[in-house]
């Protein structure tokens, strides 16, 4: 238990420095924007990933802990009904108090009280304890992959063009687009320790990747890597956008009512394409893996090449075995790049960009969601979304598996989301 | 052949008179009548289900068919885009022309063109006409339960109440809820004919029925019964609608965005629940089927008994072998009954209630919708709705079988649609 | 007094009649629409203003009246709060029943009783109930209009272009624009009968016609004939439709957000314009007033000629003893067309297109809506709308006088709305 | 000339230092909210104002001037069309960029370039720069305004309730309500110098103002005080709210579609009402005038007492020759309290609150709106909304006059607003 606690506290550390180092060079006033309803301020996650830690560690776990503002329970609960109520999420961006300054105080003292609480846990259930700070570093983690998300998005919307990574970026290396074939067949997916208390820092997953369970597959093939812009860009030439017989019903009709011609973040200008990205504004690179596209233009274009998206079991069964590398969290580039040529095939399952598969997020055979509170973390949401894989450019390298399930609604574009291709065989 | 075109003529008559039987009572403003943009006027679907007949079996295979009038290519097309542009859906009601009177013309001509077709077929291809004719009574069976559910959905606005049926309704009688277990397993699902061409009338498929795939399914058990009135009031009485614990987050928005807090069509007058039918307003039957409750109530349900829904592998399993019996269409009564007491278990899989699943409605493995405007039918609504299985009060008997997918959005309430439970074993 | 209740029955068996010949060759389903929510079903018009008589004649005056259907009284109030509640407008369109027949039977007993009760008044108070039948004859008329403009506009949005009206309309003869100089001053305006009681059917006039008040008028010039089309599309050609410096504020903000690019009802077809009208869809006559204008499109005119809209001070003293006569109500035309040559100066006060004009719709001063529901009448809606002056096409000729007041909001043109110039002296 | 210049120069140090004394206490994130479309971002005040000079100063009058940031024409562009497109209004919040610091140094800059322009015209149309730099000082002292009562708005809606000013306010004493009667008859009305150049910072008035006209007003009473806490909540609680008789159509459709049951900011708390101010959450003063109503709520608490609003020309003869002074800014007390007892009658004629009067905003005889872009200033809003008389606690005493017109749409609430009842004799 030592050992575990030691382990935690480093990875506490690490990680909560990680959301102060993430917002370094930005400003107060770059803090507070909400571009839309479904993004938050960077000072809002701030707060929440501190709240988290606040109500689900301290105030349960930490005897005599004073709350640091009373009302904070309620602006920074994001959606836990059994906490109690929230303040609207579209209006976060009013919420000019507590300042940066605030949220900074707020932030330390919940460190200082954890770090105290884990060295001296007196009475805790130990094991308890230490899952809630697994959890919650996780959940901070998530966090984070969202702040770079809807900091991109808000700054998108400033026609100055703020530019938050300075760093050039590498051109991107054209390959040709084959593919591997799977004989399905019998077999499993999930993770057989979902939902449990994990004994390291590692050996984490939600519960939402569980129970692992039987699954029959049909074969089917696999692109070797993600669908790059070049070839998106071919589908947008070809009318792609113009063309209802390659779209879903509703996603024709998103199509029609919200006039999207090209992915989010994309212009044309002239016969360039040129897209707003964290480094700024730049030419889009063909060889480069296509972003922020939505499942209905993922489906769309899978249509328009005569395949489909993949199922996240044959994902998962492709990923199997493979260790998580490839283009994750790393504080120089923050916009996805071609595969290297010499990684193994498939190529580019992890990192990039999250891939939309054609599953929709449900509950595993045999899921039950947690007692209380923390039950709402995932089975609430169990409904009308899709399943991505396999982490971008924004996802911690030690945030993400095999078994991880992300999952947003088909219209969603303002991830770093793309698009893999497969078929049935 | 012959044999085929006789049995199809006699469906042809039968059907089509149907339709119009269907509308007997009503008054032509009765007919015009669109309550929102999900339900259509009675007269938009008699003159769209003649459409259809006109589009894909006169126009192509009929030669020197004059069209009715060419502007009904654009009134009464509901979504093929193939075809072409369609009259905005929401403004249906703002056709005051065609009347009625000319509707029934429209039938009419049809009628006398699609019969001589089949007397004297001359070069078409006779398998695909015959195949199209099968689809096009198919096509007119969905619409006579969509008039039933519309003209309800329209009725219930007005305050005089209006009467559809007045054949008195027998009361129901309560019976206990009891299981039955399956065992799961390896095994199959799907319809193996599925979007082929039928040699009788009776073999036809829809395309999105196939092709008959393998499953593993785990064990699960299966209510005996469809989930009764009195048992959903004890729901409401519960607090059900006021407790988030039991709801998808999107089922919870949903309630507080439209303020629900009982089944469509049922209102609270002191003690008692009453509810607008199809026979008038009535006291709620305690122990008739609970109907018209959304995806987002029949899982918010199933969580407040601590069960789930079932999967639709799971319904076809307890299905397959079950002949379609039950509570089906029947002039005399339009409003679901509790089952007679000596059926076999599980009861009521087929007639009463369309019958919620937790399965998303999307492609089986190795489905490839049909090339043309028909491969619209299907293929492009399988997004964002769920999968309902066994027929209603408003489903013809002829037209329901263990394979059949009907599929809604989660939040939609017109249809007769309730709710069947399960668990894991 | 039997005199004046001579002059009221036939007055009230003509204008009541009218109202029906109106509808004579519409079919029921016809008379069922309602396009958007300004407009009602001319069913509802033809039941509302029969609820008129029922609640402010019958159930007052008429010992023993038995009601038609108390459920009318919810249907069929427009906006009377002190009555009590009403059924939502935007929702007339979904009341299928009662249907075409009922509504005839309703309007037939009314008819009855109170044709019955003007014979036989009782001991009813006679000055009080001739009151009330003037002011209900003077409101079905105001229903007669819009009876066909909520018509026109329903039967525009179906793409058969039906017909209301088959005879054929001359062609206009274009004249130049002139103006007449008027001097301005102290004096008076509006009409010292108002809200009371009328002596003759002739003598009414509505509560927001006085009291007659003392005002002063610079000089000012006034147009002799409306704008024609012709000249409307100079506006159009000229960029009007795109140059913000011509529009109000809102007005500029409700043609980009309504896309507004010419009047209503009317499309280009290569370097033509054409117009539904009630005789079907016609080329536009420029020599004909321009119609179906907001207040915004024709004030936006005025500016690019660099005049204005007339007030309604100024219009009064240019039709005080002026006779109405002009293109009023008539059965053979349903379109505004241009003014005889030899009409004395200036022309067209009355008829062809009501006249936008710079003035608030306010209360004069000294004014007092009277007590109880009566007083709903025209008080409560003085604010945010607009005066118009001068009747139209579908305006009978005795229900127009010089103190008559229209009033509509800014943004409104199903109306027979145009434009006639003034300028500062 | 020189005089002049010396005073504008004065002038110019004074209101554009109070611009940022009144953002003193406030943080960066205070400064980049935006509640709601109708407010913008202190820091967009602050730049935009700076902008107007930029503008219509700099740009044409100095000779070299080189912009701070070409992007800044289209940013802070509010609604001139002339000069450009505008960045959209509700999205003002999310320029995070340039920071707060930025804006500062753009003043700076910008103040800079214009005294210096001040101090060496070079071949400047002198008369024009000036009219120009006055008209920019008092627009931007209308901007002060907004800036406090657009923070007020978004401070309220963080339950944190934020306090700008921590000054104690005093309680005010009540009086009893008498009225002063006026004899009405010819006269005039508006200012004699509108939209001319004027030769002293304080000969300065609008175009809107005038030109001085001639008017004939009835004999009316006016109230000697504003309407007071205590007295509008009689009318809360006599169901003023509840009660449709008392509001114009479009004033009810608002409280029922905004469910307004109080003025805004307050709220109930058991017996008492609280409500938000710029000096923190305060109960609500029966003695102090009521504030924050709309025309809608004005009017109908006028209704209920039997009374009116004044129209703007008997306000402006109550206010003829009366000096303006009274509760106007002051940095000590930003919350309105009741007239000292002293007051010559009628008292509280200026400062506290504006007073909703029942007049139309829209143009005087004969005036024009000057060419160009400036001409946009105020013709273009003649339309929709009403005319509000006399200043209040956030309005500068050198902005106020008797000839001042201020203008809002009927339904607005956030600004310092009351009312002052009136009767014809």
Chains 1, 2, 3, 4 share one sequence.
């Not at 009373?70 to 976060?92: I, T």
């Not at 019998?186 to 208390?197: F, K, L, S, T």
């Not at 972003?291 to 993949?310: D, I, M, P």
Request: hydrophobic fraction near 35%; proline fraction near 7%.
């Amino acid at each position: 238990m030592d050992e575990l606690a030691a382990e935690i506290r480093a990875h506490y550390c690490k990680v909560r420095r990680q959301s102060e180092t993430l917002c370094a060079g930005l400003e107060p006033e770059d803090l507070c924007l909400q571009g839309m309803p479904d993004t938050s301020p960077l000072k809002w996650h701030l707060a929440h990933t501190t709240w988290f830690f606040e109500t689900f560690v301290l105030k349960p776990f930490h005897a005599g802990y004073q709350s640091f503002n009373d009302c904070f329970e309620y602006l920074f609960n994001s959606y836990y009904n059994a906490v109690g109520k929230q303040y609207p999420r579209p209006r976060r961006h009013l919420l000019s108090r507590p300042t940066v300054r605030e949220v900074s105080a707020y932030r330390q003292m919940v460190d200082e009280c954890v770090l105290g609480l884990l060295e001296s846990p007196g009475t805790a259930d130990c094991a308890e304890l230490c899952h809630r700070l697994i959890l919650g570093l996780n959940h901070e983690q998530q966090h984070q992959e969202l702040m770079l998300t809807d900091l991109k998005y808000c700054l998108s919307l400033n026609p100055l063009a703020p530019v938050y990574n300075d760093t050039p970026i590498p051109a991107s290396q054209a390959s040709p687009l084959t593919f591997s074939e799977f004989p399905g067949g019998d077999g499993e997916m999930g993770c057989g320790r979902a939902g449990g208390q994990a004994d390291s820092v590692g050996g984490f997953c939600y519960d939402n990747e569980g129970p692992r369970h039987r699954v029959w597959r049909a074969p089917f093939g696999l692109a070797n890597r993600l669908v790059s812009n070049g070839e998106y860009i071919e589908f947008i030439e070809a009318g792609g956008y113009r063309t209802p017989a390659w779209w879903h019903s509703d996603g024709w009709a998103t199509v029609q009512s919200e006039q999207w011609r090209m992915p989010l973040y994309w212009r044309r200008e002239g016969q360039r394409y040129v897209a707003f990205t964290l480094h700024g504004e730049l030419e889009v690179d063909p060889a480069a893996p296509v972003c922020h596209v939505s499942l209905y233009e993922a489906q769309a274009f899978a249509a328009w090449k005569n395949l489909r998206l993949c199922r996240e079991s044959e994902w998962e069964q492709a990923a199997a075995g493979v260790a998580p590398a490839g283009q994750l969290w790393n504080r120089l580039c923050h916009h996805p790049l071609a595969p290297p040529a010499n990684q193994p095939q498939p190529r580019q399952l992890y990192g990039a960009v999250w891939e939309w598969t054609q599953s929709a997020y449900s509950a595993y055979p045999g899921y039950r969601a947690q007692a209380g509170a923390l039950g709402e973390y995932n089975g609430k949401f169990m409904l009308n979304q899709m399943v991505l894989r396999g982490g971008s450019v924004a996802t911690p390298a030690d945030h993400i598996r095999a078994t991880y399930r992300n999952f947003f609604y088909p219209r969603d574009r303002w991830q770093f989301s793309g698009i893999r291709l497969a078929y049935d065989l």
